[in-house]
């Protein structure tokens, strides 16, 4: 069964970090580009960072760029290191394979993030 399971998310005063990660299993990660996504109360999920599969090239949307950084762990892993959060980072973050919403194929359940004082 193909799976992927987010974690590490919380809650975080402003100007925090968080990592996040992302597990796989039944499958390798190797493979795929791997995208991260928010989705803010009310609003629509949308991406904000991916990380290629064969050259690990990287994408950040400008909200985060200068702060996330994605990486590869190992095969079964994707982890996106959260510096310098602010309270518009609050949102469920959703790991997926693939880096557009249109392109993701397999989804996690989400983990949430809270940044507030």
């Known amino acids: 069964q193909v799976q992927l399971v987010e974690s590490g998310g919380g809650f975080v005063q402003p100007g925090g970090s968080l990592r996040l990660s992302c597990s796989a299993s039944?499958?390798?990660?190797?493979?795929?580009?791997m995208g991260w996504f928010r989705q803010a109360p009310g609003k629509a999920r949308t991406g904000i960072s991916c990380?290629?599969?064969?050259?690990?090239?990287t994408w950040y949307a400008d909200s985060v760029k200068g702060r996330f950084t994605i990486s590869r762990n190992d095969a079964n892993t994707v982890s996106l290191q959260m510096n310098s959060l602010k309270p518009d980072d609050t949102g469920v973050y959703y790991c997926a394979t693939g880096c557009t919403l249109l392109a993701a194929e397999n989804w996690g359940q989400g983990t949430q993030v809270t940044v507030s004082s």
């Open positions: 990380i290629g599969s064969s050259d690990a090239s």
């Open positions: 039944g499958f390798s990660l190797d493979n795929y580009r």
